[in-house]
């Protein structure tokens, strides 16, 4: 009769806290790794888009991570630590709330995108679904780089403007206003490219994070820039480069005074276009 209770009490247990998701991990985990990792730090960042509140806690398996969905602003990363303290490959696994749940055979609730660094290389996968907000927020925290505090005050945003006109004012046409929205967004691409670029300067190398400084700046007329981060994106020995950054990078050249180059470099992408 006990035997029988024990049996029917383990049972009970079993099932209640499977229920709970005790004990089990979350599908989109099986892509972390687990081989010789001693602990998991795990770091929650609630409420991105308003400061955020962060929880950091430690763990010893995958399942053992907070089972409580992630909201839209909210982001999970995840550090493997190693027995071996001489392995030099760092991994980060980003967790966010997945967008597509129920489109096609997505059904996992939340996604993950993994971010490596190396000798001072950074992988940065190209099809990462992160917005950019949230990217640059995950590497200022590894780099340990601060976000634009004031976009008012930060020389990213300063452009080259035509000169004021010696016309009269026309008294009957306002001034344009700017939409709030686009505010909103300069000011994000603005710390996007802050961050960047304030990791790059470290000596880190990100073919990804190069692409998106070097075309920022070329598309704001900064050519200079422009041209010195496409000229490290253009060092990276195995990087595979779409035609149009010869185009980008001759462009800056010529206009920053280096039209032998310059021309060489649109040459290249006269040839790739063909």
């Avoid at 795990?42 to 806690?57: C, D, K, L, P, Q």
């Avoid at 001072?120 to 590894?142: F, H, M, T, Y």
């Avoid at 005074?257 to 040459?267: F, H, I, L, S, W």
Wanted: glycine residues 6%.
């Amino acid at each position: 009769m006990k035997k029988k209770l024990l049996i029917m009490l383990i049972v009970v247990f079993y099932f209640s806290h499977s229920l709970c998701g005790y004990g089990q991990m979350r599908k989109v985990y099986t892509s972390i790794e687990s081989k010789n990792v001693l602990y998991y730090k795990v770091e929650e960042i609630v409420n991105m888009a308003f400061g955020g509140s962060v929880t950091r806690y430690t763990v010893s398996d995958l399942s053992l991570i907070s089972k409580v969905d992630l909201g839209p602003e909210n982001i999970r990363i995840i550090t493997p630590f190693y027995k071996d303290k001489s392995y030099l490959k760092k991994n980060y696994y980003i967790e966010t709330q997945n967008a597509n749940v129920g489109v096609g055979k997505s059904r996992e609730p939340t996604q993950l995108v993994s971010i490596s660094i190396e000798s001072g290389k950074i992988e940065i996968p190209d099809n990462s679904p992160l917005d950019q907000r949230v990217l640059a927020l995950v590497i200022g925290k590894i780099i340990k780089i601060e976000p634009v505090s004031d976009l008012k005050n930060e020389p990213l945003v300063e452009t080259k403007t035509p000169p004021v006109s010696a016309s009269p004012v026309n008294p009957k046409v306002l001034p344009e206003k700017k939409e709030p929205q686009k505010e909103k967004l300069d000011y994000i691409l603005v710390n996007v490219v802050y961050v960047y670029e304030r990791v790059l300067e470290k000596g880190y190398k990100s073919a990804y994070m190069f692409r998106e400084v070097a075309n920022y700046y070329y598309f704001k007329g900064q050519m200079e820039k422009a041209a010195k981060w496409y000229e490290e994106l253009f060092t990276m020995s195995n990087e595979q480069l779409e035609p149009i950054y010869y185009y980008r990078f001759g462009d800056a050249l010529k206009k920053t005074g280096k039209t032998e180059r310059g021309n060489a470099m649109v040459g290249k992408f006269n040839q790739l276009v063909e």
